[in-house]
DNA sequence: CCGGAGCTGTTAAACGTTTAACGGTAAAAC
DNA sequence: GTTTTACCGTTAAACGTTTAACAGCTCCGG
């Protein structure tokens, strides 16, 4: 296997041109005759050159690769993220190296350590807690990177982008309360990441101060098998809420599969309000209403910010926070009726109604 | 930003040692006294140095990087793949490229292309037509190259790790048969992709020979929400066939947004068998049946057959074909008794039943 | 006490690019 | 007709590693 591969040097050879002439004809940093220009290609097609990045990036030192690291490749808000982060580095000419961290801080230590052996042009990371990897912090100012969702604002001398969890957590619980539950449950993930509290807090500031009471958060981890189990143990020893406000996609689909298993009807039974907005979420009857994190905006952004950097800016750390949205669907019932001409903030109409052009824009849908 | 890295001669000097000493040290090609190796830890720590992969992998030729390539990173079936082998990867020592042709031919040269100049190890690609991109069969038994998925085995000297799709098509077409189905709607994403082919022709054998009538075919594309909408215009034209097979889980969302939205209702009025399993296709009060890829084992044979043909194994090309089992859900409706006693082949039954341990070995789940 | 053998360390030559510095030719300017 | 200028090529020196070749040392057998 693997015959030598063609090098700049056989390339100008059978060109008849110095190996410079054919490192600016790839290049394209100097002019270069069309006629020699001519030869060089198509000895280079004949050859079926392909420039060596090792060897280019160790001489240039420029690099044209980002790193990406996420927490968990399974769950899909991360994989759209990197979806959306591969198209734009395409268009800018770099590639993507992904390393997940499988929510472990030690691995993400050294998954840190072998993308930096890369040299790589920045980092676009979302930390797998809400305390950066040290590896990271040493690195910032020197290397450009992004920190993206699992973050606090303000944390780290780095350019973040998050959403507003905190604003999360109310639009869903204001909209539920609105409805006229009272009952309401928060199904987290991990009570220990920084977004999860403040979507928790969110919610819970709203109840408490529209109800005087405080909603049951419960924690049912990052594994949707797993959190079922949870969540159906949890539902045999409490009696059934009005309402459960998961906080993230997979807590959403552990509640759903719990409710489906002991045959609970949504919303007549208990209503939902899930996390992130996937396609599956409306190929139901009762599609989900759910809070809606703009990713293809986050990652724009996280995009945009490093390039930024890359390109040399030296501004302040900018913490990034988007805004998210109450997709409304039919999967919370209504207790109290309607208060009229009354718009909630952040709110958006939704239901499966074909007619409705709301469907469009899903993470889903290549542009 | 970026203060100048350590390079080996900076850990040398400050450890007072040559830097092939260093080299040793971390590369642990040669032994080195303990007296000296923790000297140049010890620098190589307060120097925070990392070894440049660039310059190893010039020098050396050995890259510990493997490219893959993937049609899109919006479908969970290929994030999935994507995952486990990152897991492998990791395990070994590689480092992982993504790419994503985004269902174009063009791309995908040009993204194959730029894999090619990383030098990388190998290459899993899914390609995007069955057509084996040209610029990958020229490398065939030059670079270690694994062609999953879109393939047809023996089209091309490589290994290749796929499904029986036409066994798929049989088992899913015999199951609604014998559930007294007739009029069966093949829902595929595009005819002119060979494994899409394969399932309808399998499929469409069983219908012929049980039932001696040919069951439609429809191409809904890949984007869940235009096939919504084509399947929902196609409704709307012809009458509700008492079965709908959706051929990949891109159709399978298709097929499920479009019935919702027309208020169709699974199965009393329409049975469904989808494509994948997946966590949001139980979470769900009608579960949905659905033929099952062994995404795990697809991995993880593509990721034996690079790593053995990266330890030179010089063996003609192995097509491996992994089977598919029926998932039995809540989504297929009998029209017919019962036959006694028969079991089908590759039929595993599994309702949402909560004492079941059916639901075990989900994409989702992490083991 | 000499000559391997076995360790452990160093020297120095690549690897395939990029790019500063320089050279040579021809057209433009004077 | 000479000098400038512009343009296009080439030469050669890195970049940070790996690794063959070599060298010094100790230990051991003869």
Same mark, same amino acid.
């Given at each position: 296997m693997s015959r030598k591969r063609a090098t700049l040097k056989e390339v100008a050879e059978r060109a008849g041109v110095s190996i410079a002439t054919v490192s600016n004809v790839f290049s394209g940093r100097k002019p270069v005759n069309d006629d020699l220009r001519i030869k060089v290609e198509r000895a280079a097609k004949e050859l079926s050159y392909q420039v060596d990045r090792a060897a280019s990036q160790l001489k240039s030192g420029r690099a044209r690769v980002v790193g990406v690291l996420v927490? /968990? $490749? /399974?769950d899909t808000f991360f994989t759209s993220l990197i979806s959306r982060i591969e198209v734009m580095a395409l268009k800018d000419g770099y590639d993507v190296i992904v390393a997940s961290s499988r929510d472990d801080r030690h691995l993400e230590e050294s998954r840190l350590q072998t993308l930096l052996g890369w040299r790589p042009s920045g980092i676009i990371a979302v930390p797998?807690?809400?305390?950066?990897?040290a590896i990271l912090a040493r690195e910032v100012g020197h290397l450009p990177m992004v920190l993206v969702d699992r973050v606090m604002p303000g944390s780290v001398a780095a350019d973040t982008v998050t959403i507003d969890n905190f604003e999360a957590g109310e639009i869903a619980a204001r909209y539920l309360v609105e409805m006229g539950h009272s009952d309401i449950v928060l199904a987290a993930?991990? $009570?220990?990441i920084a977004p999860i509290r403040e979507r928790v807090r969110g919610a819970t500031s709203v109840v408490e101060r529209m109800l005087g009471r405080t909603p049951a958060a419960i924690g049912l981890g990052s594994n949707a098998e797993r959190g079922a189990e949870l969540f159906t143990h949890w539902l045999e020893r409490h009696p059934l809420p009005s309402a459960v406000f998961a906080l993230t996609n997979v807590t959403t689909l552990a509640v759903l599969t719990a409710l489906a298993r002991q045959r609970i009807d949504i919303p007549e039974q208990v209503s939902i309000i899930g996390f992130d907005d996937y396609t599956w979420m409306s190929a139901r009857k009762t599609a989900l209403t759910a809070i809606r994190q703009p990713v293809d905006e986050i990652a724009r952004v996280a995009w945009e910010r490093l390039q930024a950097r890359i390109a040399g800016d030296a501004a302040d750390p900018y913490p990034s926070i988007l805004n998210t949205s109450l997709q409304v669907r039919d999967s919370t019932r209504r207790l109290v009726p309607s208060p009229v001409g009354e718009r909630l903030k952040g709110v958006e109409e939704q239901g499966v109604d074909p007619a409705g052009d709301a469907v469009k824009d899903r993470p889903n849908s290549i542009h």
């Open positions: 927490p /968990d $490749l /399974d797998c807690s809400d305390t950066v990897p993930s991990h $009570l220990d």
